[in-house]
């Protein structure tokens, strides 16, 4: 539905440079480089705002694709975007410099002493690659992530700058009052998405449940446990196994939201999440105080107990991704069959002892710790093939949920493939957004 | 952290001083292409020539200038409405005789800021370009290039009906 949406919307958009001649403006000198610098404008600023919108945590888009591979997709897409926009700006700089025989350089500064709201373009479009140049691999490496965050918020600003030259001087526009209201309205849609689904209803969530900082309690070295208060949580209708992008709003915190997955399901007047010192955020988490405010962004997530097609459940946690599966613990019940497989690097790393013990003494449950800091192939590794199909002879017949660091994930989906689990049994929640 | 208030600072005034640069039409005669019309019939007159060499006959490009001799009435003649994209030229010549004496914009792109200051710009010396050359084959105006167009064509309709 959602791949429909987009192609027509594509269509469109293209279909205006077509309906304004598309290649048949394509006379003259520099014909053809206009006309390629106009296309380009049209579907390049088309991929900006697509940008925008896979970032917009709009409920239904998160439900049908998923956060993480929406972040995925947004990673892809802004360099295709960039490549566009550079497509644009240099044919339309060749064409118009081709159709007045002037040099390029001539021809920038024609463009920007010359024609309305085009030097802003410019400025925004520098921005834009700031923007790219800072999330290339190599960048992300070496730069702090809030410096990273805080270069790539400017993309809004080149946004806003952008768009004044688009109806002064685009062609596509300044005769067609169709294509204006078009454009406009991509626009409303994308920015208004945004104001609602990042701004007012965290805002409201926050306003109606008032979640706070309770207590915090370590778990293990590097991992505590905070525990979070607030009103009428049932009423947010989290399921356990999903997870919200926590704000946790202090001088530092507050500009920052990050994913945490709910550790124990969710009652009524409590959250509890669990986080390991993994980095700048989650080391400064580590000693947060009580009493902080939190803004909640969620629920978000596809990993959980409805997913189930049967009675028997295979739960494998990699290091911390054993919060979203601690949660689901929470659901089964005595005619369950549920085994629990928990990878740590070492044992003093494993949380929730108490809590698993007690879960392990119920009947139909069994938990198994395995330490082990090598992560071997299929066939050696603590949770190889061949240890798999010992210890879960009827690993084909169960639900499997698998939640961990993304070399653990993909090496145990391709190992629960290869022992003959059908695909619409396994689950799997990527612990990288 | 610290450097992101200096940042945001630094960032508004950018913007600021940037809200302030005003750009404008950059229209000329600087270009040196001659203009084809597709299919136009050429009008009478002489061909384009520069402005040192003026052929015996026919007054120079001044509208003032009174020419010496002519046949025929005052004739008044517009022409048809030309679309491009910035908006619609329409021009009314003004003949006495086979001589252009005046060229008048009946329609120009104005439904812009931009439109209206580049066709505020464009129309005296497009007029100016038709007097010298005595027919549609005008040169380009450098940074109006649609408007000088879609001038030349209406102006070419208009000559057409006087049979110029």
Request: charge should be positive; include cysteine; glycine fraction near 8%.
């Amino acid at each position: 539905m959602v791949a429909w949406v987009g192609f027509v919307a594509v269509a469109v958009t293209v279909g205006l440079w077509i309906r304004h001649g598309g290649i048949s403006r394509a006379t003259g000198p520099g014909g053809v480089a206009t006309a390629v610098g106009q296309l380009t404008a049209l579907v390049g600023t088309f991929a900006v705002l697509v940008q925008l919108l896979l970032m917009s945590r709009i409920v239904w888009l998160e439900r049908a694709i998923g956060l993480d591979r929406l972040a995925v997709w947004h990673r892809w897409m802004g360099f295709a975007t960039l490549w566009l926009l550079a497509g644009h700006v240099a044919f339309t700089t060749v064409g118009y410099a081709q159709g007045q025989h002037v040099s390029l350089w001539a021809q920038t500064r024609d463009f920007v002493s010359h024609y309305p709201d085009l030097l802003m373009a410019w400025v925004g479009f520098v921005m834009l690659i700031a923007v790219g140049v800072t999330s290339v691999q190599v960048a992300r490496r070496t730069l702090q992530r809030q410096t990273w965050y805080f270069i790539h918020l400017y993309a809004y600003v080149a946004v806003a700058l952008t768009f004044a030259h688009q109806f002064a001087v685009g062609t596509d526009f300044s005769n067609d009052r169709a294509a204006r209201v078009w454009w406009v309205c991509l626009y409303l849609v994308v920015f208004g998405s945004i104001l609602w689904w990042r701004v007012i209803k965290p805002w409201r969530m926050n306003l109606r449940h008032d979640l706070r900082v309770h207590s915090v309690k370590r778990e293990a070295p590097g991992v505590v446990s905070i525990q979070l208060r607030g009103r009428d949580l049932d009423r947010i209708g989290a399921q356990p196994g999903q997870f919200f992008l926590w704000r946790f709003i202090t001088p530092t915190g507050w500009w920052q939201a990050h994913p945490f997955s709910l550790s124990a399901a969710p009652r009524r007047h409590r959250f509890r999440i669990t986080v390991k010192n993994l980095g700048d955020h989650s080391a400064w988490l580590q000693r947060i105080r009580p009493g902080v405010r939190v803004l909640a962004e969620g629920p978000y997530g596809t990993f959980t107990a409805d997913r189930r097609t049967r009675r028997r459940a295979l739960l494998i946690a990699g290091g911390i991704g054993i919060t979203p599966l601690r949660a689901l613990l929470d659901t089964f019940g005595p005619e369950d069959d549920v085994v629990l497989l928990y990878r740590v690097a070492a044992s003093d790393d494993a949380v929730f002892g108490d809590e698993l013990r007690k879960f392990a003494g119920t009947p139909n449950m069994r938990i198994q710790v395995m330490p082990g800091n090598e992560i071997g192939d299929d066939d050696t590794d603590l949770l190889g093939v061949p240890i798999l199909r010992r210890d879960v002879p009827d690993i084909a017949d169960r639900d499997c949920f698998v939640c961990g660091p993304p070399a653990f994930l993909e090496a145990l989906k391709r190992r629960l493939a290869l022992l003959g689990v059908p695909r619409q049994q396994i689950h799997y929640e990527r612990f990288e957004l | 952290m610290k450097r992101a208030v200096p940042a945001v600072i630094a960032t508004l005034i950018g913007l600021g001083a940037l809200a302030t640069f005003k750009s404008s039409p950059g229209v000329s005669t600087r270009s040196s292409s001659a203009l084809r019309i597709k299919g136009g019939v050429a009008a009478a007159g002489p061909p384009r020539r520069t402005k040192d060499t003026v052929p015996a006959g026919h007054g120079t490009g001044a509208a003032a200038t009174t020419p010496t001799t002519h046949a025929g009435a005052v004739r008044t003649i517009d022409g048809v409405p030309v679309d491009n994209p910035y908006g619609t030229v329409q021009v009314r010549v003004t003949l006495h005789g086979t001589q252009i004496t005046d060229v008048t914009p009946l329609q120009m792109p104005v439904d812009r800021q931009y439109s209206a200051e580049l066709s505020q710009q464009a129309a005296p010396l497009l007029l100016q370009e038709a007097l010298q050359a005595q027919s549609a084959q005008i040169n380009l105006l450098s940074g109006a290039s649609y408007t000088s167009e879609s001038y030349a064509q209406s102006l070419q309709s208009a000559l057409d009906k006087a049979g110029h």
